[in-house]
Protein backbone atom coordinates (compact mmCIF):
# COMPACT_ATOMS: atom_id res chain seq x y z
CA UNK A 1 0.00 0.00 0.00
CA UNK A 2 2.52 2.21 0.63
CA UNK A 3 4.62 1.86 -2.42
CA UNK A 4 1.07 2.53 -4.60
CA UNK A 5 0.63 5.27 -2.46
CA UNK A 6 4.29 6.91 -3.24
CA UNK A 7 3.18 6.02 -7.56
CA UNK A 8 0.37 7.78 -7.07
CA UNK A 9 2.21 10.80 -5.75
CA UNK A 10 4.57 10.61 -8.12
CA UNK A 11 2.12 10.91 -11.20
CA UNK A 12 0.20 13.83 -9.58
CA UNK A 13 3.32 15.56 -9.33
CA UNK A 14 4.37 14.90 -13.09
CA UNK A 15 0.97 15.81 -13.97
CA UNK A 16 1.07 18.91 -12.09
CA UNK A 17 4.31 19.76 -13.41
CA UNK A 18 3.13 19.44 -17.21
CA UNK A 19 0.03 21.78 -15.90
CA UNK A 20 2.32 24.56 -14.74
CA UNK A 21 4.38 24.32 -18.10
CA UNK A 22 1.47 24.37 -20.30
CA UNK A 23 -0.01 27.45 -18.35
CA UNK A 24 3.42 29.49 -18.60
CA UNK A 25 3.70 28.35 -22.41
CA UNK A 26 3.05 31.39 -24.21
CA UNK A 27 0.61 31.13 -27.63
CA UNK A 28 2.46 31.24 -30.25
CA UNK A 29 2.12 34.85 -31.55
CA UNK A 30 1.87 35.86 -35.39
CA UNK A 31 5.13 37.08 -36.78
CA UNK A 32 6.14 40.81 -36.43
CA UNK A 33 6.03 42.91 -39.49
CA UNK A 34 9.00 43.53 -40.99
CA UNK A 35 11.28 40.75 -39.25
CA UNK A 36 12.57 37.77 -40.88
CA UNK A 37 11.07 34.46 -41.22
CA UNK A 38 12.03 30.92 -43.10
CA UNK A 39 9.68 31.57 -45.95
CA UNK A 40 8.57 27.82 -45.33
CA UNK A 41 7.42 29.01 -41.95
CA UNK A 42 5.63 31.51 -43.53
CA UNK A 43 3.88 29.58 -46.29
CA UNK A 44 2.93 27.30 -43.54
CA UNK A 45 1.24 30.08 -41.48
CA UNK A 46 -1.23 30.52 -44.67
CA UNK A 47 -4.61 28.39 -44.50
CA UNK A 48 -4.51 25.17 -47.10
CA UNK A 49 -8.60 25.71 -48.34
CA UNK A 50 -9.88 24.26 -52.00
CA UNK A 51 -10.73 27.72 -54.22
CA UNK A 52 -14.46 28.92 -53.70
CA UNK A 53 -17.23 30.80 -55.72
CA UNK A 54 -15.51 30.36 -59.46
CA UNK A 55 -18.77 30.90 -61.19
CA UNK A 56 -19.16 34.31 -59.45
CA UNK A 57 -15.95 36.01 -60.18
CA UNK A 58 -16.60 38.90 -61.97
CA UNK A 59 -13.58 41.81 -62.79
CA UNK A 60 -16.14 44.38 -61.76
CA UNK A 61 -16.21 43.34 -58.27
CA UNK A 62 -12.63 44.71 -57.58
CA UNK A 63 -12.33 48.58 -58.74
CA UNK A 64 -9.06 48.58 -59.92
CA UNK A 65 -7.05 51.63 -61.38
CA UNK A 66 -8.70 53.87 -58.70
CA UNK A 67 -7.06 56.91 -57.58
CA UNK A 68 -7.50 56.33 -54.00
CA UNK A 69 -5.25 59.52 -52.88
CA UNK A 70 -7.21 61.89 -55.57
CA UNK A 71 -3.81 63.04 -56.81
CA UNK A 72 -5.04 62.90 -60.26
CA UNK A 73 -3.10 59.79 -61.24
CA UNK A 74 -4.25 56.32 -61.10
CA UNK A 75 -2.90 53.20 -59.60
CA UNK A 76 -1.58 51.93 -63.14
CA UNK A 77 -0.04 55.76 -63.51
CA UNK A 78 1.90 55.07 -59.65
CA UNK A 79 3.11 52.21 -60.76
CA UNK A 80 4.77 53.29 -63.32
CA UNK A 81 6.20 56.23 -61.47
CA UNK A 82 7.60 54.30 -59.01
CA UNK A 83 9.14 51.72 -60.84
CA UNK A 84 10.72 53.54 -64.15
CA UNK A 85 14.69 54.05 -63.87
CA UNK A 86 14.42 57.75 -65.06
CA UNK A 87 12.07 60.27 -65.11
CA UNK A 88 8.61 59.96 -67.17
CA UNK A 89 7.05 61.37 -69.67
CA UNK A 90 3.13 62.27 -70.11
CA UNK A 91 0.98 62.17 -73.14
CA UNK A 92 -0.03 65.66 -72.40
CA UNK A 93 0.62 68.43 -70.14
CA UNK A 94 -2.56 67.85 -68.49
CA UNK A 95 -3.24 64.88 -67.02
CA UNK A 96 -1.41 61.98 -65.50
CA UNK A 97 -1.14 59.21 -68.58
CA UNK A 98 2.22 57.94 -68.57
CA UNK A 99 3.79 57.85 -72.23
CA UNK A 100 7.96 57.27 -72.06
CA UNK A 101 10.25 56.08 -69.06
CA UNK A 102 12.85 53.42 -68.51
CA UNK A 103 11.22 49.90 -66.88
CA UNK A 104 13.05 46.47 -66.67
CA UNK A 105 10.15 43.61 -66.56
CA UNK A 106 11.40 40.97 -64.27
CA UNK A 107 9.18 38.08 -65.65
CA UNK A 108 10.92 38.34 -69.01
CA UNK A 109 14.20 40.09 -68.61
CA UNK A 110 13.04 43.46 -71.20
CA UNK A 111 14.31 46.60 -70.66
CA UNK A 112 11.00 49.08 -71.73
CA UNK A 113 10.88 52.68 -72.58
CA UNK A 114 7.33 52.67 -74.33
CA UNK A 115 4.72 52.39 -71.30
CA UNK A 116 2.17 51.08 -73.26
CA UNK A 117 4.42 48.03 -73.62
CA UNK A 118 3.35 47.05 -69.83
CA UNK A 119 0.93 45.94 -68.06
CA UNK A 120 0.51 46.02 -64.13
CA UNK A 121 0.64 42.90 -62.81
CA UNK A 122 -1.64 42.05 -59.76
CA UNK A 123 0.95 39.40 -58.42
CA UNK A 124 -1.76 37.59 -57.20
CA UNK A 125 -4.36 37.61 -59.68
CA UNK A 126 -7.76 39.17 -59.15
CA UNK A 127 -9.45 35.58 -60.00
CA UNK A 128 -7.38 33.81 -57.52
CA UNK A 129 -7.93 36.44 -54.84
CA UNK A 130 -11.38 35.83 -55.40
CA UNK A 131 -11.65 32.44 -54.82
CA UNK A 132 -8.82 32.20 -52.39
CA UNK A 133 -11.40 34.50 -50.04
CA UNK A 134 -11.64 37.68 -51.31
CA UNK A 135 -15.02 36.98 -52.34
CA UNK A 136 -16.16 37.54 -49.08
CA UNK A 137 -14.30 40.54 -48.77
CA UNK A 138 -16.26 44.06 -48.49
CA UNK A 139 -16.57 46.15 -52.07
CA UNK A 140 -13.99 48.59 -50.39
CA UNK A 141 -11.09 45.63 -49.37
CA UNK A 142 -11.67 44.38 -52.71
CA UNK A 143 -10.84 47.64 -54.25
CA UNK A 144 -7.72 47.99 -51.70
CA UNK A 145 -6.86 44.81 -52.78
CA UNK A 146 -6.78 45.83 -56.73
CA UNK A 147 -4.68 49.34 -55.91
CA UNK A 148 -2.50 47.83 -53.21
CA UNK A 149 0.49 51.00 -53.41
CA UNK A 150 1.21 49.80 -50.02
CA UNK A 151 3.48 46.79 -50.80
CA UNK A 152 5.48 46.65 -53.67
CA UNK A 153 5.12 43.43 -54.40
CA UNK A 154 1.80 43.86 -55.06
CA UNK A 155 1.86 45.50 -58.17
CA UNK A 156 4.05 45.30 -60.52
CA UNK A 157 5.11 46.51 -63.93
CA UNK A 158 5.60 43.72 -66.54
CA UNK A 159 5.73 43.33 -70.47
CA UNK A 160 2.28 42.70 -71.56
CA UNK A 161 3.13 39.59 -73.23
CA UNK A 162 4.07 37.82 -69.96
CA UNK A 163 1.21 39.24 -68.11
CA UNK A 164 -1.14 38.03 -70.45
CA UNK A 165 0.50 34.60 -70.68
CA UNK A 166 0.13 34.33 -66.70
CA UNK A 167 -3.29 35.29 -66.75
CA UNK A 168 -5.46 34.29 -63.57
CA UNK A 169 -2.93 31.55 -62.99
CA UNK A 170 -1.30 30.45 -59.55
CA UNK A 171 2.64 28.81 -59.32
CA UNK A 172 1.19 25.25 -59.99
CA UNK A 173 0.43 25.99 -63.53
CA UNK A 174 2.65 29.34 -64.40
CA UNK A 175 6.15 30.60 -63.38
CA UNK A 176 7.72 33.53 -65.21
CA UNK A 177 9.61 32.74 -68.26
CA UNK A 178 12.75 34.29 -66.53
CA UNK A 179 14.38 31.05 -63.90
CA UNK A 180 16.14 33.47 -62.21
CA UNK A 181 13.66 34.95 -61.11
CA UNK A 182 11.67 32.09 -59.51
CA UNK A 183 12.69 31.83 -56.35
CA UNK A 184 11.35 35.62 -55.59
CA UNK A 185 8.18 35.03 -57.18
CA UNK A 186 7.56 32.14 -55.19
CA UNK A 187 8.46 33.74 -52.16
CA UNK A 188 6.34 36.91 -52.60
CA UNK A 189 3.36 34.89 -54.12
CA UNK A 190 3.63 33.82 -50.29
CA UNK A 191 4.00 37.21 -48.91
CA UNK A 192 1.03 38.70 -50.96
CA UNK A 193 -1.31 35.98 -49.77
CA UNK A 194 -0.21 35.90 -45.91
CA UNK A 195 -0.88 40.10 -46.13
CA UNK A 196 -3.83 39.80 -47.37
CA UNK A 197 -5.17 36.32 -45.03
CA UNK A 198 -5.55 34.57 -48.16
CA UNK A 199 -6.18 30.89 -48.51
CA UNK A 200 -3.84 28.54 -50.74
CA UNK A 201 -5.21 25.10 -52.26
CA UNK A 202 -2.79 21.87 -51.53
CA UNK A 203 -1.70 22.09 -55.16
CA UNK A 204 -0.40 25.34 -54.93
CA UNK A 205 1.15 25.21 -51.73
CA UNK A 206 2.94 21.21 -53.20
CA UNK A 207 3.98 23.79 -55.98
CA UNK A 208 5.18 26.53 -53.74
CA UNK A 209 7.40 24.27 -51.37
CA UNK A 210 9.03 22.49 -54.62
CA UNK A 211 9.97 26.15 -55.70
CA UNK A 212 11.41 27.52 -52.36
CA UNK A 213 13.64 24.10 -51.44
CA UNK A 214 15.54 25.49 -54.62
CA UNK A 215 16.26 28.96 -53.41
CA UNK A 216 19.44 29.69 -51.96
CA UNK A 217 18.26 32.16 -49.76
CA UNK A 218 15.20 30.70 -47.40
CA UNK A 219 15.13 34.08 -45.66
CA UNK A 220 12.37 36.39 -46.13
CA UNK A 221 10.98 39.58 -44.40
CA UNK A 222 7.31 39.40 -43.07
CA UNK A 223 4.64 41.97 -44.91
CA UNK A 224 2.64 44.67 -43.32
CA UNK A 225 -0.68 42.53 -42.35
CA UNK A 226 -3.96 43.91 -43.79
CA UNK A 227 -7.03 43.85 -41.25
CA UNK A 228 -9.67 41.68 -43.89
CA UNK A 229 -13.50 42.14 -42.28
CA UNK A 230 -15.23 39.18 -43.91
CA UNK A 231 -18.86 39.74 -44.95
CA UNK A 232 -21.20 36.61 -44.26
CA UNK A 233 -21.26 35.29 -47.98
CA UNK A 234 -20.02 35.82 -51.68
CA UNK A 235 -19.31 39.75 -52.42
CA UNK A 236 -20.97 39.07 -55.91
CA UNK A 237 -23.86 39.83 -54.14
CA UNK A 238 -23.56 41.60 -51.10
CA UNK A 239 -22.30 44.72 -52.98
CA UNK A 240 -24.90 45.59 -55.66
CA UNK A 241 -29.03 48.52 -56.54
CA UNK A 242 -30.61 51.55 -55.83
CA UNK A 243 -30.31 52.07 -51.95
CA UNK A 244 -26.39 51.79 -51.20
CA UNK A 245 -24.25 48.61 -50.85
CA UNK A 246 -24.75 46.64 -47.91
CA UNK A 247 -20.94 47.03 -47.08
CA UNK A 248 -21.18 50.76 -46.62
CA UNK A 249 -19.24 51.28 -50.38
CA UNK A 250 -21.56 53.38 -52.44
CA UNK A 251 -21.25 56.15 -54.79
CA UNK A 252 -19.59 59.22 -52.95
CA UNK A 253 -22.26 61.32 -55.29
CA UNK A 254 -25.96 59.88 -54.63
CA UNK A 255 -27.59 57.32 -52.35
CA UNK A 256 -29.89 56.22 -54.32
CA UNK A 257 -30.35 55.03 -57.95
CA UNK A 258 -32.89 57.88 -58.81
CA UNK A 259 -30.85 60.47 -57.99
CA UNK A 260 -27.83 58.91 -60.16
CA UNK A 261 -30.53 58.68 -62.92
CA UNK A 262 -32.03 61.90 -62.36
CA UNK A 263 -28.07 63.56 -62.81
CA UNK A 264 -28.39 61.37 -66.17
CA UNK A 265 -26.28 58.71 -64.95
CA UNK A 266 -26.51 54.50 -65.62
CA UNK A 267 -27.73 52.03 -65.84
CA UNK A 268 -24.86 50.14 -65.04
CA UNK A 269 -24.41 46.70 -66.02
CA UNK A 270 -22.29 43.86 -64.26
CA UNK A 271 -19.16 42.88 -65.63
CA UNK A 272 -18.86 46.33 -67.31
CA UNK A 273 -19.59 49.05 -65.34
CA UNK A 274 -17.70 49.16 -62.16
CA UNK A 275 -20.11 51.25 -60.41
CA UNK A 276 -23.10 48.22 -60.39
CA UNK A 277 -21.16 47.02 -57.31
CA UNK A 278 -22.04 50.39 -55.82
CA UNK A 279 -25.96 49.06 -56.00
CA UNK A 280 -28.22 46.24 -55.12
CA UNK A 281 -29.18 44.26 -57.98
CA UNK A 282 -32.89 43.58 -56.67
CA UNK A 283 -33.87 41.94 -59.22
CA UNK A 284 -31.04 40.10 -60.13
CA UNK A 285 -30.79 40.94 -64.07
CA UNK A 286 -26.95 42.43 -64.08
CA UNK A 287 -28.11 45.95 -64.43
CA UNK A 288 -28.91 48.54 -61.64
CA UNK A 289 -29.99 52.03 -61.86
CA UNK A 290 -32.07 51.47 -65.09
Not at 20 to 40: D, E, Q, W, Y
Not at 103 to 119: E, K
Amino acid sequence: MKNRGGRQLLIALVISSFAVSFALTPAIAAPASGSKIKVTALLNLLKVKSEQNSNSYDRALFHHWADLDSDGCDTRAEVLMMETFKKVTYSSNSGCTVSTGKWFSVYDNQNITIAGSLDIDHFVPLKEAWESGASHWTYGQREAFANDLGFGPSLIAVTASTNRSKSDRDPASWMPPSSRYHCTYAKDWVRVKYRWHLAIDSTEKSALTRELATCANKITKVPPRMKVRMTGGTGSNTNNNGGGSSDGKTDHRYTYCYEAKAAGLGPYRRGVDPEYAWYRDNDGDGVVCE
